[in-house]
């Protein structure tokens, strides 16, 4: 029998009004208790962020166009003729009897001999003193002595020229200088032999 208090004198209530026990058992809770933390901040395991990743691209090596000419291979001509070429360097002397070398570059000083060659360059600030007997010459710097030139010599702008000159032909610029002795040699040609009737003339006997 339950009993309602504040509500006024007690009475009993009928079996209709009393309340209806939950006959279930009840049910304990067996987890283990929680431990505390041991220390601020640990409440629960940093998470990683990991950054989107893009999707992977496959990039294929561009292939640089040839340009027709732009590479050569060296003929066996060319590199004969590189090896064949002699540079004197500045602040460099060199003395005695040079041949067969395809071209000669005087930047330093040279007293030679020359002979036997195609080409002859004295540069601007270089000296040569000597005999020379060459195809062609282009003077920018010192000459002193004797050049034979079976073809074309140049004197540029503040090259000086001094001594004898043999040459089938001579340019000048505006500046050159040259002093001593020329001498223009007519160019060797091969003899003509005269055709008459298309036939050879007959040696007088």
């Known amino acids: 029998m339950f009993r309602l208090t504040g509500l006024g004198p007690a009475r009993d209530?009928?079996?209709s009004e009393k309340p209806v026990?939950?006959?279930a058992p009840a049910i304990l809770d067996t987890a283990p208790p929680l431990k505390p933390f041991s220390a601020k901040g640990t409440h629960m395991p940093p998470i990683k962020t990991v950054p989107p990743q893009s999707p992977l691209r496959t990039e294929l090596p561009r292939r640089i166009p040839e340009i027709p000419g732009s590479q050569r291979k060296p003929t066996a001509d060319s590199l004969a003729a590189e090896g064949k070429k002699l540079v004197?360097?500045?602040?460099i002397r060199l003395s005695g009897a040079i041949c067969s070398c395809d071209c000669l570059v005087v930047e330093g000083t040279v007293e030679a001999d020359l002979s036997d060659t195609r080409t002859i360059v004295v540069a601007r600030g270089g000296t040569f003193s000597g005999t020379?007997?060459?195809t062609n010459a282009e003077i920018?710097?010192?000459f002193e002595g004797e050049l034979t030139v079976a073809d074309t010599v140049t004197v540029r702008q503040g090259g000086v020229v001094k001594g004898r000159i043999n040459y089938a032909?001579?340019?000048?610029d505006r500046g050159a200088t040259v002093e001593g002795t020329l001498a223009p040699t007519p160019r060797k040609s091969p003899p003509?032999?005269?055709l008459i009737g298309g036939e050879?003339?007959?040696a007088a006997g």
Do not use: I, Q
């Open 13 to 15: 209530l009928p079996d």
């Open 21 to 23: 026990e939950d006959s």
């Open 88 to 91: 004197v360097g500045r602040d």
């Open 132 to 134: 020379a007997t060459v």
């Open 140 to 142: 920018s710097g010192l």
């Open 169 to 172: 032909h001579m340019v000048m």
């Open 192 to 194: 003509v032999k005269a």
């Open 200 to 202: 050879l003339p007959e």
